[in-house]
């Protein structure tokens, strides 16, 4: 048996490409490390097979664990993006104290938490009533009176 057909190097072609994949990129080898690991196992049963055959069958082994691996691993990953909610939506509910009065139909900036929001409401508000926010547009709350 020659060295380049032995199992343990494809076993190391294995280990490299694992370790390649855990350094950052970000799914494209594992295909490629499963098919080397295959291919180990195949040349340890099938020490016969020369040095080509190994290469046709290393190519299907990885076009085949590639595929495999992002249509049932890789799909199913869920995604955050659209189930976060933004820093507006989080203030809904929240229930403060309005220093001045709000004129129907105005803005007034008021300071919560660590953040400037500008504050709307479609009725006038006394100042010093105590008020909840119950919709948001981006960094613009409105609120209504807490009866």
């Known amino acids: ?15 490299v490409l694992f370790i390649a994949e855990v350094l950052g990129a970000s799914g494209f080898l594992i295909g490629a490390g499963v098919a080397a690991l295959a291919m180990a ?3 340890y049963f099938a020490s016969e097979l020369g040095l080509a055959m190994q290469i046709v069958l290393y190519a299907i082994f990885a076009v ?39 004129a129907a139909g105005t803005e007034l900036r008021v300071q919560l938490g660590d953040a400037m929001w500008v504050v709307t ?23 209504a009176t807490v009866s």
Do not use: H
């Open 64 to 102: 085949g664990a590639t595929l495999v691996y992002f249509k049932f691993f890789r799909a199913t990953q869920p995604s955050n993006e659209d189930t976060l909610p933004t820093r507006a939506d989080m203030m809904l509910g929240r229930r403060f104290k309005l220093e001045e009065k709000l």
């Open 121 to 143: 409401s479609p009725l006038d508000i006394e100042g010093g009533s105590e008020v909840e926010v119950v919709d948001c547009d981006a960094m613009r709350l409105q609120v």
């Open 41 to 43: 196992v195949v040349t």
């Open 1 to 15: 048996m020659d060295w380049f057909t032995s199992p343990f190097v494809w076993f190391t072609a294995a280990v």
